[in-house]
């Protein structure tokens, strides 16, 4: 297993371990993201429930506290 990425948001709204991402190539496939954070994980304008992974596809939008980027596939 390799070491996992780690990238930095410096935005005040944003925790120090604010949310992960994780890429399953074993059933189900995809990729995840787990909320950690005090001011809320949003995917496509909609808060991440705590504590559970969800499904991230291609062309959804992300936001961290008020940081936003959006998935694009390469």
Same mark, same amino acid.
């Given at each position: 297993?390799?070491?996992p990425e780690?990238?930095?948001?410096? $935005?005040?709204?944003?925790?120090?371990?604010?949310?992960?991402?994780?890429?399953?190539?074993?059933?189900? $496939?995809?990729?995840?993201?787990?909320?950690?954070?005090? $001011?809320?994980?949003?995917?496509n304008k909609?808060?991440?429930?705590?504590?559970?992974?969800?499904e991230v596809?291609?062309?959804?939008?992300?936001?961290?506290? $008020?940081?936003?980027?959006?998935?694009?596939?390469?």
């Open positions: 297993a390799g070491v780690r990238v930095g948001l410096a $935005h005040p709204s944003c925790s120090r371990l604010h949310a992960a991402l994780q890429f399953e190539a074993a059933p189900p $496939h995809g990729l995840f993201l787990w909320d950690a954070s005090t $001011h809320g994980t949003f995917l909609q808060r991440v429930p705590g504590g559970e992974f969800t596809r291609v062309g959804d939008t992300l936001r961290f506290g $008020h940081c936003e980027s959006g998935l694009f596939k390469q």
